[in-house]
């Protein structure tokens, strides 16, 4: 004997009213604990450098390697890329 679906009964919730003023329990002070906050300041940096924190960095070539990889080629380019500078976009401090 084949028995179908069970039968659907909808149910219907009743809302549940609103808690008055009254009925609520009254609030409890605020608790202070022993910890504090100290106040951190954040950096955000724009650039990476060190002096205005604003440009970035830029590799270039000093103008002695320029001239040590033109008169002496082969052995002048790698004295060259030795003596490269890190120059600021913004504020154009020299770092070595």
């Known amino acids: 004997m084949a028995t179908g679906p ?6 219907v919730q009743q ?3 609103y ?5 609520l329990p009254p609030p409890q002070p605020a608790q202070h604990f022993g910890v504090t906050q100290t106040q951190q300041r954040v ?4 650039g990476d450098c060190p002096v205005c924190r604003v440009g970035h960095m830029q ?7 320029i001239c040590l990889a033109i008169v ?6 790698l004295c060259c890329l030795a003596m490269t500078e890190r120059r ?9």
């Open 19 to 23: 808690p008055d003023a009254a009925s």
């Open 59 to 65: 590799d270039e070539f000093s103008i002695g390697g």
């Open 72 to 77: 002496f080629f082969p052995i002048g380019v």
């Open 88 to 96: 600021c976009t913004h504020c154009g401090a020299i770092y070595r």
């Open 43 to 46: 950096v955000i940096g724009v």
């Open 6 to 11: 069970p039968e659907y009964t909808p149910t």
């Open 15 to 17: 809302p549940v009213p």
